[in-house]
């Protein structure tokens, strides 16, 4: 039986039905889905009650594991991480700014793939923004200041020791294993315009969580400019929205979208299992 993929109807997203992820898949599945995964960037696999085993399985397919560097996988598993927060959690909402992950890194990673297991009743959302029509639309003028950009990007604003989830962070009782460190302040350059690897369509790469200037341009510049970009390429006219619920796996394309999380689970845990798609040769 063929995958059936239903458009969101949003900016971008599909959900796919009538397929087993829990089983091995055939390789024309296995090629349907990736055409589908290139055109709607993210995916949606609904009632699917999956083991890490399964969830491993399921990435290889579209890539090997990539690195996650500031994070501590789950035991036993080197390649899955635990997206946790406790129902009793006090810290800021983790990820809660549009991001494209691992953006710093020399080759960042193809996609990321996300398990649900712990879904809170109420919020826990998380957004896309399709970054091919975020330029596409963008007005000429500002199209203009970004054509030609090298983008510089480091973790430092996240990961460093003294960053949002360095050492204050981890010592207020967060509950998951994020592991800073000075490596964070390393930098990695990207043009902030350029095309996807294996469709060739153009599109915006990351955001100002990631990028903290431009080659050639002073800070204030930089950072105007990344401001009036990030305030564009996130508009609601290119995202979807996704209601998660438990046995879900959701899979996006880090070379097209940004994603962001949100709150709204006060008092309820949340738990999800993470593996990362690396990036292929051609990256």
Known sequence: MSPKITPSGQACGATVTGVDLTRPLQ?????AL????LEHHVLVFPDQAMSDDDLERFTLYFGAFGDDPFFGPIPGREHIAAI???ADETAPVFAEVWHSDWSFQ???????CLF????????G?????????????????????LEGRIAIHSARRGYAPNGAYGDADQAAGRSMDIRPSEAAMATQTHPIIRPHPETGRLGIFSSLAYIIGFEGMDEQEGNLLLGELYQWQTREAFRYRHRW????????????VL???TGGYEGHARLLHRTTIAASPAD
């Open 27 to 31: 390789p024309e599945t296995v090629r």
């Open 34 to 37: 990736r055409e589908a995964w």
């Open 84 to 86: 946790r927060r406790d």
């Open 106 to 112: 020399k080759q960042p990673p193809a996609g990321t």
């Open 116 to 123: 649900g297991i712990t879904i809170p009743p109420v919020g």
């Open 125 to 145: 959302d998380t957004l896309f923004a399709d970054q091919h029509q975020a330029l596409e639309a963008m007005p000429a003028s500002l199209r203009e200041r």
């Open 245 to 256: 619920s438990k046995d879900m796996l959701v899979m996006w394309d880090n070379r097209s």
């Open 259 to 261: 994603h962001t999380a």
